[in-house]
């Protein structure tokens, strides 16, 4: 079992970043890949971005490559999303997942809005 918890969420403006946390606890030794997806108001929900736990290879979506950065602090159990060049499109729900053969985990999720 894995237990997630978001933060970091908020207001920035166009342009802003933020940098939000993802904070793993329990059986995080077995994690094989997290990352984040988000949900926009009446969209499914999207992948973000991943970084899988053996090498610390990362993935990104697209739309937020060059932009976003995933990275992790063993010690502390913590993935990080920094955010940078934020757009109002970013706006919607982060939320951290995990991966642990077979299983997979979901934080409560973050509220990130952009405004123009």
């Known amino acids: 079992q894995v237990q997630l918890v978001e933060s970091g969420g908020g207001l920035v403006q166009a342009g802003g970043s933020l940098r939000l946390s993802c904070a793993a606890s329990?059986?995080?030794?077995?994690?094989?890949?997290i990352g984040w997806h988000r949900q926009a108001p009446g969209k499914q929900r999207e992948f973000v971005a991943s970084i899988i736990s053996s090498s610390g290879t990362t993935n990104y979506a697209d739309s937020v490559k060059g932009r976003f950065t995933i990275s992790r602090d063993n010690a502390k159990n913590t993935v990080y999303l920094q955010m940078n060049s934020l757009k109002p499109e970013d706006t919607a729900v982060y939320y951290c997942?995990?991966?642990?053969?077979?299983?997979?985990?979901w934080g409560q999720g973050t509220q990130v809005t952009v405004s123009s």
């Open positions: 997942y995990a991966f642990q053969s077979p299983n997979g985990y």
């Open positions: 329990g059986s995080t030794f077995r994690i094989n890949f």
